[in-house]
């Protein structure tokens, strides 16, 4: 089976976009948490 | 029955399900098992609250690792056979248990139970949990499998971003005497569990014989990238396998090597210039070398669909090998190339966790890559003795015989370009796997060993 129809995402973008935004979110505050203590680098 | 729901027939894909949704189910996995590394957050209050040593409030953890590295290879093909939403709930069931059980036990005054509870019973979940999304991803991404598999990994270092911070707010917040710290606990255990159920939930294998609109295995045209499948029992009867192990276990070791006394390497090494390094500058040094260690794991192995798997490991040991000597031949002169020299370093220590997946689905196909991966992560627990060892017994020798400074390190960074050097050299013999170790094209009721895991 091959995927040749032109992709069906349309009716899953909500889904596609609630559990990017489920990983993505916890994500970035790890990584805003980061690149705060990683400044520190330059400013000592 | 409910857990049929878990089985691998009720996970396969319907038509139209988009394999961009299979990604998050894997972060959702790896981010939360990634927290192991954020444990040292808990030491200290856990020493203060329960009267332990430093040694004894990093039992847990080391457990954990161990137990990481004993279920990733003795659970391998289990979670080949049982498909990866039985992993992905096997691994929920176990991270979020061990922190409920930590909980109990600090409430309790019994340490034991946390050692139990985060290392032994934790520490499983976080070595099905590593694997499980890895065969998956590879099939649903039989195009960009070093991409799948480095947004995976990259996950599993991104964990401890999240958790570090979250913790030790947590821990502001209930206050870090023993109920503060069993709260703490609990509320881990129920916030993992939700967050992981979104893998075992959203997780689907592709249907039989599924591919990518408009792509041709045919076009792959290179020796290294078989059509075959070894099954994990075979694997490690081959060279190839011993070879990768020796890879990934001198690039691990070399990452290490800088990791495991960062703060300390960059302070010392700068202490007699006139820009020493300050305790919150190699603190930050530190979290910049987790970032790149993070990005490392995406942006290289994505590029190794691009370049080629045995030329991203050219360049991790290669060019690694040279970071070492650039950081040994112009020691203190200049910090900015230490800086930058660690960073490369670092980047490849992710890169090369991250891509080793995919280097495994080209020599031994897809058929029992994630089992194969769990026998392969046994060089990383090799590893992280190894390294430690190695700049420790190393540091403390040379600080026995008066050295200070960069002399504390140099012998260790030289060590590292000889590790890194066997790793090159282990690289450059991988061979395509001889047919006689491959599996039957066409052997019935095969697929119930993971064919469509």
Redesign the interface.
Same mark, same amino acid.
């Given at each position: 089976?091959?995927?040749?129809?032109p992709?069906?995402?349309g009716n899953?973008k909500p889904?596609?976009v609630a559990?990017?935004a489920?990983?993505g979110l916890?994500?970035a505050?790890?990584?805003y948490?980061?690149?705060q203590?990683?400044?520190?680098?330059?400013?000592? | 029955m409910a857990l049929g729901f878990l089985d691998r027939s009720h996970t396969v894909a319907p &038509?139209?399900? /988009?394999r961009? !949704?299979i990604p998050? &189910?894997a972060? /959702?996995v790896h !981010?939360a098992i990634g927290q192991a590394y954020a444990w040292s957050v808990f030491k200290s209050p856990l020493q203060e609250s329960l009267g332990l040593s430093g040694t004894q409030s990093a039992l847990p953890f080391q457990l954990g690792i161990v137990m990481l590295g004993l279920s990733a290879a003795f659970g391998g093909t289990l979670v080949e056979r049982n498909g990866p939403r039985w992993a992905m709930f096997v691994s929920a069931t176990c991270f979020s248990s061990g922190f409920l059980i930590s909980a109990l036990g600090v409430s309790l005054s019994q340490f034991w139970l946390v050692v139990v509870g985060y290392g032994l019973v934790g520490g499983v979940g976080l070595g099905i949990g590593y694997i499980s999304p890895v065969s998956t991803l590879i099939k649903w991404f039989p195009d960009r499998p070093g991409m799948a598999t480095g947004i995976a990994i990259m996950?599993f270092g991104?964990?401890?971003?999240?958790?570090?911070?979250?913790s030790r707010q947590m821990m502001d917040s209930f206050g870090t005497d023993t109920s503060g710290i069993a709260t703490t606990f609990l509320i881990h255990g129920i916030v993992y569990a939700v967050?992981m159920s979104?893998g075992v939930m959203?997780i689907r294998v592709p249907?039989?014989?599924?591919?990518?609109?408009?792509w041709k295995p045919a076009e792959v045209n290179s020796d290294l990238i078989t059509a075959a499948d070894v099954s994990a029992r075979n694997a490690i009867r081959t060279p190839q396998f011993w070879l990768l192990w020796v890879v990934l276990c001198f690039n691990v070791t070399a990452g290490i090597g800088i990791l495991e006394k960062a703060d300390p390497m960059i302070r010392a090494f700068f202490e007699k210039t006139s820009a020493p390094?300050?305790i919150?500058?190699?603190?930050?040094?530190v979290?910049?070398l987790?970032?790149t260690n993070m990005l490392g794991r995406f942006v290289w192995s994505s590029a190794s669909d691009l370049v080629g798997r045995k030329n991203i490991y050219r360049l991790y040991l290669g060019v690694g090998a040279l970071m070492y000597l650039i950081i040994a031949l112009t020691t203190n002169s200049s910090k900015l190339v230490f800086?930058l020299c660690a960073l490369v370093i670092l980047s490849f220590y992710g890169g090369g966790f991250a891509t080793i997946p995919a280097y495994l689905k080209d020599l031994f196909g897809t058929y029992q890559v994630g089992a194969i991966h769990g026998r392969l992560l046994t060089a990383w627990s090799a590893a992280g003795v190894l390294g430690p060892l190695i700049v420790n017994a190393i540091a403390d020798s040379q600080a026995k015989a008066g050295k200070s400074g960069p002399d504390l390190f140099s012998t260790s960074l030289y060590v590292m370009i000889g590790l890194l050097a066997a790793g090159f050299l282990a690289n450059e013999l991988v061979r395509p796997v001889n047919p006689k170790f491959h599996e039957p094209a066409a052997e019935p009721g095969r697929a119930t060993a993971g064919k469509d895991a």
């Open positions: 089976m091959t995927d040749e129809r992709a069906p995402t899953r889904l596609l559990v990017w489920w990983v916890p994500f505050y790890g990584v948490e980061l690149v203590t990683a400044t520190k680098l330059f400013g000592g | &038509a139209g399900w /988009s961009w !949704l998050p &189910a972060l /959702s !981010l996950g991104g964990g401890a971003l999240i958790a570090s911070p979250w967050f979104l959203l249907a039989e014989g599924w591919k990518p609109a408009g390094v300050s919150a500058a190699a603190s930050g040094f979290a910049l987790s970032l800086i």
